[in-house]
Protein backbone atom coordinates (compact mmCIF):
# COMPACT_ATOMS: atom_id res chain seq x y z
CA UNK A 1 0.00 0.00 0.00
CA UNK A 2 1.15 3.51 -1.08
CA UNK A 3 2.53 5.36 2.34
CA UNK A 4 0.30 8.57 2.29
CA UNK A 5 1.70 11.55 3.50
CA UNK A 6 1.88 12.66 6.93
CA UNK A 7 4.38 14.69 9.64
CA UNK A 8 3.32 12.40 12.70
CA UNK A 9 4.88 9.28 13.19
CA UNK A 10 2.11 7.93 14.67
CA UNK A 11 0.35 7.71 10.88
CA UNK A 12 3.74 6.57 9.44
CA UNK A 13 4.12 3.56 11.75
CA UNK A 14 0.31 2.44 11.35
CA UNK A 15 1.97 -0.07 8.28
CA UNK A 16 5.24 -0.91 10.24
CA UNK A 17 4.42 -1.67 13.43
CA UNK A 18 5.05 -4.75 12.82
CA UNK A 19 8.94 -4.37 12.00
CA UNK A 20 11.88 -4.94 13.95
CA UNK A 21 13.42 -1.45 15.08
CA UNK A 22 9.68 -0.32 16.02
CA UNK A 23 8.02 0.31 19.38
CA UNK A 24 4.99 1.72 19.93
CA UNK A 25 3.23 1.92 23.50
CA UNK A 26 -0.22 3.12 23.82
CA UNK A 27 -1.39 4.57 27.62
CA UNK A 28 -4.27 7.04 28.93
CA UNK A 29 -3.11 9.52 31.63
CA UNK A 30 -5.72 12.39 32.81
CA UNK A 31 -7.99 11.36 30.02
CA UNK A 32 -5.48 11.60 27.17
CA UNK A 33 -4.57 9.19 24.97
CA UNK A 34 -0.75 9.02 24.54
CA UNK A 35 1.04 6.99 21.68
CA UNK A 36 4.74 6.23 21.99
CA UNK A 37 6.54 5.42 18.78
CA UNK A 38 10.17 4.71 19.19
CA UNK A 39 12.27 3.89 15.99
CA UNK A 40 15.33 2.51 17.23
CA UNK A 41 17.03 1.38 13.81
CA UNK A 42 18.38 3.09 10.71
CA UNK A 43 16.45 0.67 8.64
CA UNK A 44 13.23 1.20 10.69
CA UNK A 45 13.57 5.10 10.35
CA UNK A 46 14.33 4.33 6.37
CA UNK A 47 10.91 2.10 6.69
CA UNK A 48 8.95 4.88 8.47
CA UNK A 49 9.98 7.69 6.74
CA UNK A 50 11.03 9.80 10.07
CA UNK A 51 14.38 9.49 12.34
CA UNK A 52 15.79 7.44 14.90
CA UNK A 53 13.89 8.85 18.16
CA UNK A 54 10.78 9.01 20.36
CA UNK A 55 7.42 10.53 19.00
CA UNK A 56 4.87 11.37 21.61
CA UNK A 57 1.53 11.88 20.50
CA UNK A 58 -0.96 13.62 22.73
CA UNK A 59 -4.65 13.37 21.80
CA UNK A 60 -7.63 14.66 23.53
CA UNK A 61 -11.54 14.97 22.30
CA UNK A 62 -12.24 17.53 24.38
CA UNK A 63 -9.40 19.97 22.75
CA UNK A 64 -11.79 19.48 19.38
CA UNK A 65 -14.58 20.82 21.50
CA UNK A 66 -12.75 23.68 22.95
CA UNK A 67 -12.67 22.76 26.21
CA UNK A 68 -10.86 24.65 28.76
CA UNK A 69 -10.35 21.65 30.98
CA UNK A 70 -8.87 19.34 28.04
CA UNK A 71 -6.73 22.27 27.01
CA UNK A 72 -5.31 22.42 30.22
CA UNK A 73 -4.79 18.65 30.89
CA UNK A 74 -2.95 18.56 27.73
CA UNK A 75 -0.68 21.41 28.33
CA UNK A 76 0.30 20.14 31.89
CA UNK A 77 0.79 16.95 30.25
CA UNK A 78 3.06 18.26 27.55
CA UNK A 79 4.79 20.38 30.34
CA UNK A 80 5.70 17.36 31.98
CA UNK A 81 7.18 15.30 29.10
CA UNK A 82 9.13 18.44 27.78
CA UNK A 83 11.11 19.36 30.68
CA UNK A 84 11.79 15.58 31.03
CA UNK A 85 13.64 15.92 27.73
CA UNK A 86 15.72 19.07 28.88
CA UNK A 87 18.96 18.60 29.23
CA UNK A 88 20.51 19.47 32.83
CA UNK A 89 21.60 22.89 33.55
CA UNK A 90 25.26 23.39 33.84
CA UNK A 91 26.20 26.13 33.20
CA UNK A 92 23.04 28.40 33.20
CA UNK A 93 22.79 28.52 29.41
CA UNK A 94 19.10 29.49 28.17
CA UNK A 95 16.80 27.69 26.55
CA UNK A 96 15.97 29.01 23.20
CA UNK A 97 12.35 28.38 22.03
CA UNK A 98 11.98 29.06 17.86
CA UNK A 99 8.80 28.99 15.98
CA UNK A 100 8.82 28.34 12.69
CA UNK A 101 6.53 29.07 9.80
CA UNK A 102 4.74 32.08 8.28
CA UNK A 103 2.64 34.61 10.69
CA UNK A 104 0.98 35.87 7.72
CA UNK A 105 -0.41 32.67 6.27
CA UNK A 106 -2.76 31.09 9.30
CA UNK A 107 -2.20 27.04 9.40
CA UNK A 108 1.59 28.29 9.10
CA UNK A 109 1.68 30.53 11.95
CA UNK A 110 1.22 28.03 14.90
CA UNK A 111 4.89 28.81 15.67
CA UNK A 112 5.48 32.38 15.81
CA UNK A 113 1.53 32.17 17.98
CA UNK A 114 3.62 30.10 20.56
CA UNK A 115 6.71 32.76 20.30
CA UNK A 116 4.17 35.35 21.32
CA UNK A 117 2.93 33.42 24.47
CA UNK A 118 6.31 32.03 25.31
CA UNK A 119 7.78 34.08 29.23
CA UNK A 120 10.82 35.36 28.13
CA UNK A 121 13.63 36.13 30.40
CA UNK A 122 16.94 35.85 29.24
CA UNK A 123 17.15 39.89 28.97
CA UNK A 124 15.57 40.57 32.28
CA UNK A 125 18.22 38.17 33.72
CA UNK A 126 21.33 39.78 32.29
CA UNK A 127 20.20 43.43 32.47
CA UNK A 128 18.43 43.14 35.75
CA UNK A 129 19.83 40.13 37.92
CA UNK A 130 19.43 41.71 41.18
CA UNK A 131 16.01 42.53 40.79
CA UNK A 132 14.61 39.15 39.13
CA UNK A 133 13.08 36.47 40.80
CA UNK A 134 15.83 33.67 41.22
CA UNK A 135 13.18 30.93 40.38
CA UNK A 136 13.12 32.30 36.87
CA UNK A 137 15.11 30.19 34.13
CA UNK A 138 16.76 31.83 31.16
CA UNK A 139 14.58 31.69 28.02
CA UNK A 140 14.43 33.34 25.05
CA UNK A 141 12.64 33.38 21.85
CA UNK A 142 12.51 34.19 17.67
CA UNK A 143 10.33 33.21 14.71
CA UNK A 144 12.50 33.64 11.95
CA UNK A 145 10.54 34.19 9.32
CA UNK A 146 10.14 32.16 6.39
CA UNK A 147 12.56 31.88 3.25
CA UNK A 148 10.28 33.77 0.96
CA UNK A 149 9.59 36.87 3.23
CA UNK A 150 13.50 36.89 4.64
CA UNK A 151 15.58 35.75 1.98
CA UNK A 152 17.20 33.39 5.05
CA UNK A 153 16.98 29.69 5.30
CA UNK A 154 15.59 29.01 8.86
CA UNK A 155 18.76 26.46 9.30
CA UNK A 156 21.03 29.72 8.73
CA UNK A 157 18.92 32.13 11.04
CA UNK A 158 18.67 29.84 13.87
CA UNK A 159 22.77 28.30 13.57
CA UNK A 160 23.87 31.79 14.02
CA UNK A 161 21.86 32.47 17.08
CA UNK A 162 23.03 28.97 18.62
CA UNK A 163 26.28 29.96 17.97
CA UNK A 164 26.43 33.55 19.45
CA UNK A 165 24.36 32.65 22.14
CA UNK A 166 24.41 28.91 23.08
CA UNK A 167 21.05 27.69 24.39
CA UNK A 168 21.74 23.91 26.43
CA UNK A 169 18.54 23.33 24.54
CA UNK A 170 16.61 24.72 21.57
CA UNK A 171 12.56 23.81 20.99
CA UNK A 172 11.57 24.43 17.73
CA UNK A 173 7.54 24.47 17.33
CA UNK A 174 5.78 24.29 13.74
CA UNK A 175 2.72 23.87 11.74
CA UNK A 176 2.19 19.80 10.83
CA UNK A 177 0.10 18.15 7.92
CA UNK A 178 -1.97 14.58 8.94
CA UNK A 179 -2.90 11.90 7.37
CA UNK A 180 -6.47 11.85 9.10
CA UNK A 181 -8.54 15.33 9.22
CA UNK A 182 -9.62 14.00 12.94
CA UNK A 183 -6.48 14.80 13.88
CA UNK A 184 -6.03 18.40 12.59
CA UNK A 185 -6.11 20.95 15.32
CA UNK A 186 -6.29 18.02 18.12
CA UNK A 187 -3.20 15.96 18.25
CA UNK A 188 0.45 17.30 19.49
CA UNK A 189 3.43 15.72 18.66
CA UNK A 190 6.59 15.50 20.98
CA UNK A 191 9.68 14.26 19.69
CA UNK A 192 13.48 14.53 20.99
CA UNK A 193 14.65 14.43 16.83
CA UNK A 194 14.68 17.94 15.60
CA UNK A 195 11.94 18.93 12.89
CA UNK A 196 12.00 19.99 8.97
CA UNK A 197 10.53 23.82 8.74
CA UNK A 198 7.68 23.90 6.87
CA UNK A 199 6.79 20.46 6.38
CA UNK A 200 2.72 21.50 7.23
CA UNK A 201 2.28 23.08 4.24
CA UNK A 202 4.36 21.32 1.72
CA UNK A 203 7.67 23.47 2.01
CA UNK A 204 10.11 21.44 3.29
CA UNK A 205 13.73 23.07 4.41
CA UNK A 206 17.06 21.84 5.82
CA UNK A 207 16.20 19.89 9.54
CA UNK A 208 16.73 21.23 12.79
CA UNK A 209 18.63 18.66 14.41
CA UNK A 210 21.51 18.38 16.88
CA UNK A 211 23.91 17.20 13.92
CA UNK A 212 23.51 20.42 12.30
CA UNK A 213 22.55 23.04 15.61
CA UNK A 214 25.19 21.05 18.08
CA UNK A 215 23.27 21.16 20.97
CA UNK A 216 19.46 19.43 21.51
CA UNK A 217 16.16 19.94 19.55
CA UNK A 218 13.37 18.84 21.08
CA UNK A 219 10.38 19.30 18.48
CA UNK A 220 6.65 20.34 18.89
CA UNK A 221 4.11 20.19 16.18
CA UNK A 222 0.25 19.94 15.69
CA UNK A 223 -0.92 19.20 12.24
CA UNK A 224 -3.28 22.36 11.11
CA UNK A 225 -3.59 20.97 7.64
CA UNK A 226 -4.23 17.77 5.61
CA UNK A 227 -3.64 17.06 1.82
CA UNK A 228 -6.44 17.14 -0.47
CA UNK A 229 -5.80 14.00 -1.96
CA UNK A 230 -5.94 12.01 1.12
CA UNK A 231 -9.09 13.05 1.54
CA UNK A 232 -10.12 12.14 -2.00
CA UNK A 233 -8.64 8.80 -1.15
CA UNK A 234 -11.11 8.89 1.73
CA UNK A 235 -13.63 9.35 -0.20
CA UNK A 236 -13.08 6.97 -2.69
CA UNK A 237 -12.42 3.83 -0.34
CA UNK A 238 -15.77 4.70 1.11
CA UNK A 239 -17.91 4.06 -2.64
CA UNK A 240 -15.60 0.97 -3.47
CA UNK A 241 -17.16 -1.93 -2.51
CA UNK A 242 -13.82 -4.50 -2.01
CA UNK A 243 -12.07 -1.74 0.22
CA UNK A 244 -9.94 -4.57 1.32
CA UNK A 245 -7.98 -4.45 -2.00
CA UNK A 246 -6.35 -1.02 -1.70
CA UNK A 247 -4.12 -1.75 -5.31
CA UNK A 248 -7.20 0.52 -7.47
CA UNK A 249 -7.22 2.96 -4.55
CA UNK A 250 -3.11 3.15 -4.99
CA UNK A 251 -3.36 3.86 -8.24
CA UNK A 252 -6.01 6.88 -7.86
CA UNK A 253 -3.76 8.16 -5.39
CA UNK A 254 -0.74 8.30 -7.19
CA UNK A 255 -2.86 9.77 -9.95
CA UNK A 256 -3.80 12.53 -7.45
CA UNK A 257 -0.56 12.86 -6.00
CA UNK A 258 1.49 13.53 -9.91
CA UNK A 259 -2.24 15.90 -10.41
CA UNK A 260 -1.95 19.08 -9.30
CA UNK A 261 -4.91 18.13 -6.69
CA UNK A 262 -1.82 15.88 -4.46
CA UNK A 263 -0.21 19.40 -3.87
CA UNK A 264 -3.38 21.27 -2.50
CA UNK A 265 -3.46 21.64 1.12
CA UNK A 266 -7.34 21.43 2.97
CA UNK A 267 -7.60 23.14 6.87
CA UNK A 268 -10.86 24.17 8.73
CA UNK A 269 -12.83 26.68 8.22
CA UNK A 270 -12.54 27.56 11.88
CA UNK A 271 -8.65 27.58 11.45
CA UNK A 272 -8.19 31.22 13.03
CA UNK A 273 -9.98 29.91 16.40
CA UNK A 274 -8.10 26.86 16.16
CA UNK A 275 -4.51 28.26 15.75
CA UNK A 276 -5.21 30.37 18.72
CA UNK A 277 -6.25 27.97 21.26
CA UNK A 278 -3.49 25.86 20.11
CA UNK A 279 -0.86 28.30 20.43
CA UNK A 280 -2.26 28.85 23.48
CA UNK A 281 -2.58 25.32 24.92
CA UNK A 282 1.52 24.49 23.32
CA UNK A 283 2.76 27.66 24.94
CA UNK A 284 1.57 26.82 28.58
CA UNK A 285 3.25 23.81 28.45
CA UNK A 286 6.47 24.97 27.38
CA UNK A 287 6.17 27.71 29.92
CA UNK A 288 5.44 25.66 32.77
CA UNK A 289 8.66 22.61 31.23
CA UNK A 290 10.86 26.01 31.22
CA UNK A 291 9.24 27.76 34.38
CA UNK A 292 9.04 24.56 36.52
CA UNK A 293 9.81 26.73 39.88
CA UNK A 294 6.91 28.66 38.75
CA UNK A 295 2.72 27.71 39.29
CA UNK A 296 0.32 28.41 36.29
CA UNK A 297 -0.41 31.63 38.08
CA UNK A 298 2.83 32.91 38.91
CA UNK A 299 3.64 32.61 35.21
CA UNK A 300 0.45 34.23 33.95
CA UNK A 301 1.62 37.60 36.34
CA UNK A 302 5.00 37.33 34.63
CA UNK A 303 3.85 37.14 31.37
CA UNK A 304 1.22 40.25 31.69
Keep these: MQQIRTDLAIESSGAFSDIPGVQINCWDESGISVTDV???????????GKAKGSYLTFECEGVRNRDPEAR????????EEIFRLL??????????????????????????????????????????PDSVDSRLQSVCAIAPGVLGVTGLETIET??????EIKPRCVIAIDSLAARSSKRVGVSVQLSDTGIQPGSGVGNHRKALTEEALGVKVIAIGMPTVVYAATIA???????????EDDSALDEITKALFENEIGEMIV????????????AEMIASGVNQALQS????????GFKK
Excluded at 38 to 48: G, H, Q
Excluded at 108 to 118: E, F, H, I
Excluded at 233 to 243: C, G, I, N, V
Aim: hydrophobic share 40%; charged share 25%.
Design 158 to 163: VCALVK
Design 87 to 128: PPDETNAPIMVVGLGNRMVTPDALGPRCVDKTLVTRHLIQEM
Design 267 to 278: TPREVDDMIDDA
Design 72 to 79: SAVSNLLG
Design 293 to 300: ALSTSEID
Design 233 to 243: RDALSLLTESA
Design 38 to 48: IIESDSAAESV
